[in-house]
């Protein structure tokens, strides 16, 4: 619990007033992070699957086999969303659940689980996100290198083939891949996430072949007339040097370039961005690439998903250790040049994101400025905040701190920003979860989640986003 508090958290009426007609208030989750039941019903290993059971990968030493089992309770879970008045659920599609081996046909018993989560969602009135990539990715491809490798890409197309012939008459809207830029840092530069590995620069073909999966998974889908809008989804993190001098903005920039550019430049204009002459070297795998990839990267789009959660301050300088975020050790850090600094301005959330509405403003603008012409209706896919919450003696939780984060972030896209079509708002998340490699450490949840009997108890922040909801007038 912190004492971050927000003007609209007695009023949530009053920022209703403040929403566009037909804004979209969504909730999302991942597959991984929900569903346990990781050996029921055919489901194939993932990377996660093996990741989790290797020694001090996970800060609590957790593993996600059961976490809230929304593979079994998902009617309870789309009950709670009804009560909360929401009019979409972004959740993924475990891909080994559809091709437990990553190749071949589909398996019968995981459509089946898809196919009841959809109906039920329809029946309650919400409308289906389905996400394709969320991270937990057949072990088989992995052993083939999983996105180091090109034929990857090729293996997420047919998968999203037979998902678009699975449920392609009842999804509103498709993403392909949910934050390519965290697979790649994360899983492969820095090794915190699966798969572990820790190829630092040399792990930009990753991106390469994520993004080309992305265009090859987009036209199978188009070749499949599914109804629904077709977009991909990535965190922007706006970077600001910590100093104002050639060094740091250097370092700044080439952050900016890792994190944000080279994932939007060639799915939104069709080519990666110009790097910077001193690290023309690095990025060489993405400067010598096919240019008929880029025009298949480049397909249009219906949508466009944004991740906010906080903005990044880049230091000159090693990190003073090799922690990561979630607490497990990221040895590569140790080698850089620069360091992420916090920002002494702003409040922190458990996970130490620092609380800046103001930046998802400058996201935004960023977003409206360099895609100007080309970029489709955006919706932020996802947004929210990890607390310490604390269990009131009847059970209740007043998560002030985390409605205050909703509230000051709606506020903000609430606004009209020129440029900028923006339809729609997911938090993140509505239920505690699996959190990665902080395991049950970080809680995200509207609603509490007691991990021994899976009790779900909606927190102060679900009746605040309700009362939001259910006071809008259109
Ligand atoms: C995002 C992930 C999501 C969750 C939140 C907190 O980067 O897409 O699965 O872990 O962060």
Request: glycine letters at 10%; hydrophobic letters at 40%; aromatic letters at 12%.
């Amino acid at each position: 619990m912190s004492d971050y508090r927000s003007e609209w958290l007695h009023d949530p009426a009053g920022l209703a007033a403040q929403m566009p007609a037909g804004f979209t208030m969504g909730v999302a989750t991942a597959a991984f992070q929900v569903e346990g039941a990781v050996r029921e019903d055919g489901r194939g290993p993932s990377t996660w699957d093996t990741f989790m059971a290797q020694p001090g990968r996970i800060a609590d030493g957790s593993d996600a086999s059961v976490t809230d089992d929304h593979y079994h309770r998902y009617r309870e879970d789309v009950a709670l969303m009804k009560e909360l008045g929401v009019d979409a659920y972004r959740f993924s599609l475990a891909w080994p659940r559809i091709q437990p081996g990553g190749t071949g046909p589909a398996n019968k018993a995981g459509i089946a689980f898809y196919d009841r989560l959809i109906d039920e969602l329809l029946a309650a009135g919400i409308s289906p996100v389905a996400t394709l990539f969320h991270w937990d990715m057949p072990e088989p491809l992995q052993h083939k290198g999983g996105w180091m490798t090109r034929d990857t890409a090729s293996r997420f197309a047919d998968y999203a083939l037979l998902a678009a012939q699975a449920f392609g008459d009842r999804v509103d809207k498709w993403i392909t891949l949910n934050e390519p830029t965290s697979v790649t840092l994360n899983g492969y530069a820095l090794g915190v996430h699966a798969p572990g590995a820790t190829l630092m620069f040399d792990s930009l073909p990753a991106v390469h072949h994520q993004l080309l999966g992305h265009g090859l998974a987009v036209q199978a889908l188009r070749s499949e007339n599914v109804t629904g809008g077709i977009g991909i989804t990535n965190i922007h993190s706006p970077v600001v040097p910590a100093k104002d001098n050639f060094t740091t903005r250097g370092y700044a920039e080439v952050f900016d370039l890792v994190h944000n550019r080279i994932f939007a430049d060639p799915v939104l204009l069709g080519h990666y961005p110009k790097f910077p002459f001193l690290a023309r070297k690095l990025f060489k795998p993405l400067i010598e690439v096919d240019s008929d990839d880029l025009k298949t990267i480049h397909q249009p789009l219906d949508f466009y998903g944004l991740n906010y959660y906080a903005p990044t301050r880049i230091a000159a300088g090693p990190p003073a250790d090799d922690r990561s975020p979630d607490g497990t050790p990221a040895p590569g850090l140790r080698g850089l040049p620069f360091h992420l600094a916090s920002f002494p301005e702003f409040p922190t959330t458990g996970f130490g994101w620092s609380i800046a509405p103001e930046y998802l403003e400058v996201t935004l603008k960023d977003y409206a400025e360099r895609y100007a012409g080309v970029l489709p209706p955006v919706y932020i896919t996802e947004g929210g905040a990890s607390f310490d919450d604390v269990v009131a003696a009847d059970g209740s939780v007043d998560d002030a701190d985390r409605a205050s984060y909703l509230a000051e972030h709606l506020a903000v896209a609430f606004a009209s920003v020129p440029g900028l079509d923006l339809r729609g708002y997911f938090a993140w998340t509505l239920m505690d979860n699996w959190e990665w490699a902080a395991g049950f450490g970080e809680r995200f949840g509207l609603v509490r989640v007691d991990f021994e009997t899976l009790e779900r108890t909606p927190k102060r922040s679900y009746r605040w986003l309700q009362q939001l909801i259910a006071s809008r007038s259109s």
